[in-house]
């Protein structure tokens, strides 16, 4: 695992990376089509919110990770808000839902496959609790909003592919297949550089 991050010297990411072990799940796993089952407030649990904070907070480009992307079953997910802040949602419900937006979307459990989807609502209010097991109540507006619909499909086996039109569908449908059948059923993704300080700054929160 250490070949995959290039730095010089002590490396956070490495240690972080280590720490984890998770990787992506890839269109086709079973994972990713199942309704996932609540999370009790234990060590266990707690320690798996860590880490899926820690595995998104180190990589590049993703706003959003959802734990059966990396294996578990468990209703939890991590995201970036509209200010750039990472957030640990964990048995998240959603309250009120108002509103559309289109948006182009894309996976990191189906690589390169971008498409608009259909049904989005453009503000939310959601009960979930934090890392530290604190109820909250929020309301997400714009991105944020997708993000968080986005993470929460995948607590209930649902991928944004499922919400294109038919058109849509067709013309991803043989990237789809592709992935389905490809032997490689997990990857790990594009990391961060460790010297970025605000990367190390979300990571000191979430140790």
Do not use: W
Not at 151 to 164: A, K, M, P, R, S
Not at 183 to 191: N, S
Request: with cysteine; hydrophobic share 40%.
């Amino acid at each position: 695992m250490k070949q995959l991050v290039s730095v010089k010297g002590p490396s956070l990411i490495e240690k972080t990376y280590l720490m984890t072990d998770l990787q992506v799940k890839i269109y086709g796993d079973h994972i990713l089509r199942t309704v996932c089952t609540v999370v009790d407030d234990n060590i266990t649990n707690r320690q798996q919110a860590v880490d899926l904070a820690n595995y998104l907070a180190i990589m590049k480009t993703a706003v959003g990770l959802a734990a059966p992307q990396v294996g578990l079953n468990a209703r939890m997910f991590c995201m970036l808000n509209n200010d750039g802040e990472l957030m640990t949602i964990i048995n998240p419900q959603i309250d009120i839902g108002r509103g559309n937006l289109h948006f182009t979307e894309g996976c990191l459990s189906i690589p390169n496959v971008f498409a608009k989807t259909e049904i989005r609502s453009k503000y939310l209010t959601a009960t979930y609790y934090d890392q530290n097991f604190n109820r909250k109540t929020k309301t997400f507006v714009n991105t944020e909003a997708i993000i968080f619909q986005h993470e929460y499909d995948h607590l209930n086996g649902i991928l944004f592919v499922d919400h294109l039109t038919a058109i849509g569908r067709e013309q991803i449908a043989d990237t789809l297949a592709t992935l389905e059948k490809h032997p490689v059923r997990t990857y790990h993704p594009i990391f961060v550089e460790d010297t970025d300080t605000e990367i190390k700054s979300k990571l000191t929160i979430y140790r």
